[in-house]
């Protein structure tokens, strides 16, 4: 089970930190991502880790740059640092693990994470 957090409501330019704890299972080995889903819209990739030793890390363009994802398999948990906020950025934030152990490529597929949290909302005001 994945719990976000940290969704709140931010102004452009300021940063914000998001939580997903995962309980139940170890993200150890596995990629985790982040997606994102604006109001009215499909959800959208936004960052992912890999869960191999060589630890690879793909972001979408529209948050390079910006975001950062990272991971602590001893706590079991993946944060994503949000900075220079834009108002485009508003969404839930979903958390996800990849349904793949050990998968060689960064998955950036929704349909390559079986196990989602519930989202944390991040609202972005001009």
């Known amino acids: 089970q994945l719990q976000a957090s940290g969704g709140g409501l931010a102004q452009v330019g300021d940063s914000l930190i998001l939580s997903c704890a995962a309980s139940?299972?170890?993200?150890?080995?596995?990629?985790m991502g982040w997606f994102r889903q604006p109001s009215g819209k499909e959800r959208e990739f936004v960052a992912a880790?890999?869960?191999?030793?060589?630890?690879?890390?793909f972001y979408d363009d529209s948050v390079k740059g910006r975001f950062t994802i990272t991971r602590d398999d001893g706590e079991n948990e993946v944060y994503l640092n949000l900075n220079r906020l834009k108002s485009e950025d508003t969404a839930i934030y979903y958390c996800?693990?990849?349904?793949?152990?050990?998968?060689?490529?960064?998955?950036?597929?929704?349909?390559?994470?079986?196990?989602w949290g519930q989202g944390t909302l991040v609202t972005v005001s001009s």
């Open positions: 880790i890999g869960g191999r030793t060589v630890i690879r890390i």
């Open positions: 139940g299972g170890d993200i150890f080995g596995y990629g």
């Open positions: 996800a693990k990849d349904s793949e152990y050990r998968r060689l490529d960064v998955a950036t597929s929704a349909d390559d994470y079986d196990n």
